[in-house]
């Protein structure tokens, strides 16, 4: 399908949707058409729920490269509006940023907001160009487009290899887990999912590789074929699987235990370093509009029991070939939501129904899932 074609069922569809459940898609950038890597935060002066995302230049030959932090906010996580392009030390806020970021990661402390965001200083070749790692960005509650600032620590992790932070607060501590590389025994580099810590979200100490199973590929599980959700021996759809390639690590509080996801895998530990398999919901596609296709890099909303996980997916990429190799049509992306669901120890989800929208949308907690109690 085109790029005009596809924007075409999507407004046929928008107008049907009913009032009371998120819809598929949830969002799309219709002025770079790559909305991915979406960060939900609650923006509490304005008393609306702020997505902010990586806006891929999928027309552009270095999609990658160059690309702002979008904002779309709602009032009701149903009706979605453009909001602006993110302003960094006063430079950018247009569609063709003059650095490049992507996986935002947005914490509230105290009266500012922090994020922690991929950078590279230059915008050539597909992914950027130039110095990179994570770098650390401030702004204050009132102004969440254009105020953001560099920290007085502004490079959190000035690595090649560091990217896609993910932070949680556990009591006085901050824990930021990242994926970098590392060199296994076999002494063959590969990717892995670590951990820093920090009391003032300035100074970071490096923890090494997370704990648990997480980093272990050698070790199988037991997984449905379809979904990867746990199941037990003689299950008729069970099969033995070793974890892969993972990113975008974002840890939360649920249900009385901590959660890790990676896209495409979630983790859940009872001390939030032992990390044990949980399941995955974004590796089997849906039925919903524009979600036939795997999920990627989750962001979540904790709040009242429930938990809803937003993500983006790319339905019309030809994963068979490299990312680069796909045409501009085949790059589009849009946001979608799902909830979870965790009972017995047992997690599930139906990724192809619409969530309910919340009744109260203000959420229950300062962190919206990003703390312990």
Not at 129 to 144: E, M, N, T, V
Not at 336 to 365: D, H, M, V, W
């Amino acid at each position: 399908m085109r790029l005009k074609e596809a924007f075409c069922v999507l407004l046929l569809f928008a107008g049907i949707l009913s009032a009371a459940k998120i819809p598929a898609p949830l969002y799309v950038d219709t002025r770079n058409f790559g909305s991915a890597d979406p960060e939900i935060v609650w923006n509490e002066q304005k008393q609306q729920w702020w997505i902010f995302y990586n806006s891929r230049r999928v027309l552009k030959d270095n999609v990658n490269g160059g690309t702002p932090l979008g904002v779309a906010f709602s009032d009701d996580l149903i009706h979605w509006k453009f909001l602006g392009y993110c302003k960094l030390d006063g430079k950018g806020g247009t569609k063709n940023a003059p650095y490049t970021c992507w996986a935002p990661a947005i914490i509230k402390d105290g009266d500012k907001y922090h994020m922690f965001v991929t950078y590279k200083e230059g915008t050539e070749g597909f992914w950027g160009s130039g110095k990179s790692g994570i770098k650390h960005y401030i702004a204050p509650a009132d102004d969440l487009l254009n105020g953001w600032k560099s920290a007085s620590v502004d490079w959190v992790l000035q690595d090649d290899g560091a990217i896609d932070a993910g932070l949680l607060k556990k009591g006085d501590k901050w824990i930021m887990y990242y994926r970098n590389m590392y060199k296994p025994e076999s002494g063959k580099k590969r990717s892995g999912i670590f951990r820093a810590e920090s009391e003032d979200l300035l100074n970071w100490e490096k923890k090494g590789l997370a704990g648990g199973d997480i980093n272990n590929r050698k070790k199988k599980f037991l997984m449905h074929k379809d979904s990867l959700l746990p199941v037990g021996k003689g299950h008729p759809k069970a099969a033995e699987k070793r974890i892969g390639y993972q990113e975008a690590p974002y840890p939360f509080y649920w249900k009385g235990r901590y959660w890790l996801s990676t896209d495409p895998y979630l983790w859940s530990s009872k001390d939030c370093s032992n990390w044990k398999y949980a399941g995955s919901f974004m590796f089997a596609p849906s039925s919903k509009l524009f979600d036939d296709t795997k999920g990627r890099h989750a962001s979540f909303i904790v709040s009242r029991g429930r938990c809803l996980a937003f993500y983006h997916t790319e339905p019309y990429r030809d994963y068979s070939i490299s990312y680069q190799a796909n045409p501009p049509e085949n790059r589009i992306m849009f946001l979608q939501c799902t909830e979870l669901k965790f009972s017995e120890n047992q997690l599930s989800y139906e990724r192809s129904a619409l969530p309910e929208a919340p009744k109260e949308i203000e959420p229950e907690g300062e962190y919206w899932g990003q703390a312990a109690p």
